[in-house]
């Protein structure tokens, strides 16, 4: 059974960083596009970054200079760099690689 799974949330204070992890057990990681999705409280899910298999990497505009996408293939595991983070990206931040998801792990920004 393929698997996802995130890491690295936690609670922050507003300006300061994380880093999440996405381990993925499936055997299709080198060639897949792979995602950040994240979901705020009470909002909808809202699409957040994807890198494709050449690592060409996209972002919603409200993270774009703040946050870096990355993998690597030789670990099977996906990666979300977030600085200068913001109360606004309090959220619950999912990776998905099709119609793969992992569980989520919780970002908090918060003084």
């Known amino acids: 059974q393929v698997q996802l799974v995130e890491s690295g949330g936690g609670l922050v204070q507003p300006g300061g960083s994380l880093r999440l992890s996405c381990a993925d057990s499936g055997f299709t990681f080198s060639s897949s596009s792979l995602g950040w999705v994240r979901q705020a409280p009470g909002k909808g899910l809202e699409w957040v970054s994807t890198i494709d298999n050449s690592g060409s990497a996209s972002y919603v505009d409200s993270v774009k200079g703040r946050f870096t996408i990355s993998r690597d293939n030789a670990k099977n595991t996906l990666y979300l760099q977030m600085n200068s983070l913001k109360a606004e990206d309090t959220a619950v931040y999912y990776c998905?690689?099709?119609?793969?998801w992992g569980q989520g792990t919780q970002v908090t920004v918060s003084s």
């Open positions: 998905k690689r099709g119609a793969d």
